[in-house]
């Protein structure tokens, strides 16, 4: 394991811990430096997530600060859309996924640059 690959994993656990999307860094070092396809890239950032969410959510369920009933809210439909999303993957061209992930990072990314900050007190 190389410094970078270490750095990549630590910082992408540590945000993705907080909630805020680590797999964009993992997917980023995975397709941009090691030049992996951006399929395997999402793979295997599905599967390094499993630990990092069941480690949040443990940590997230001691300080109770998930709020059960909006997950509910949105829990029926996670799985319908993740199948969605793999089906499109599926069909569409590969370059596709790649850039509409970019875009994707990038409007979420400035979005969260310019929103004001909430108080949560």
């Known amino acids: 394991m190389t410094v970078y690959n270490i750095i990549a994993s630590v910082l992408s656990g540590f945000i993705g ?22 399929l395997y890239s999402q793979g295997i950032n599905l599967l390094i997530f499993i630990p990092t969410a069941v480690t949040a959510i443990i940590r997230y369920i001691k300080l109770k600060i998930i709020d059960f009933s909006k997950v509910k809210q949105f829990y029926y439909l ?18 596709i996924s790649g850039k509409v992930f970019g875009v994707f990072l990038l409007i979420t990314g400035l979005i969260e640059l310019f929103k004001k900050a909430k108080s949560h007190n």
Do not use: V
């Not at 805020?20 to 430096?33: E, R």
């Not at 996670?78 to 370059?95: E, M, R, S, V």
């Open 78 to 95: 996670i799985i319908p859309g993740a199948l969605a999303g793999f089906y499109l993957t599926q069909i569409t061209d590969k370059n």
């Open 17 to 38: 811990s907080m909630g805020m999307g680590g797999g964009g860094i993992l997917i980023i070092y995975l397709t941009a430096i090691l030049d992996l396809p951006q």
